[in-house]
């Protein structure tokens, strides 16, 4: 199976920037879609952004403008570079993989296959 491990995240300040970087097993991951989620307490998991093979880019609104997500497909990473964080941005942080067989990225949680393990992001104010 599939294997999607998180790193970085923590404590920052309103303002301040953290990354979040996410490494996946399996030769497909080159291919498929790559996501990136979030789940606050209390709240269902929402889409933050996700890039296909190619290059295509989405983001969430709420997140346009300040959050970048990249891939690396050659070493199999996707990261999530976050600026500007607001204390809404609070919340546990998953990386995703479509393995539906699709090639384009979606905003749909469902949509995904594999999932890290999830790393906390806390943004004080």
């Known amino acids: 199976q599939v294997q999607l491990v998180q790193s970085g995240g923590g404590l920052v300040q309103a303002g301040g920037s953290l990354s979040l970087s996410c490494a996946a097993s399996g030769r497909a991951f080159s291919r498929n879609p790559m996501g990136w989620f979030r789940q606050a307490p209390g709240k269902e998991r929402e889409f933050v952004a996700a890039?296909?093979?190619?290059?295509?880019?989405i983001y969430a609104d709420s997140v346009k403008g300040r959050f970048t997500i990249s891939r690396d497909n050659a070493k199999n990473t996707v990261s999530l570079q976050m600026n500007s964080l607001k204390s809404e941005d609070t919340a546990v942080y998953y990386c995703a993989a479509d393995f539906s067989g699709r090639r384009m990225a979606t905003i749909s949680r469902n949509d995904y296959d594999y999932w890290g393990q999830g790393t906390q992001v806390t943004v004080s104010s």
């Open positions: 890039a296909n093979w190619s290059g295509t880019k």
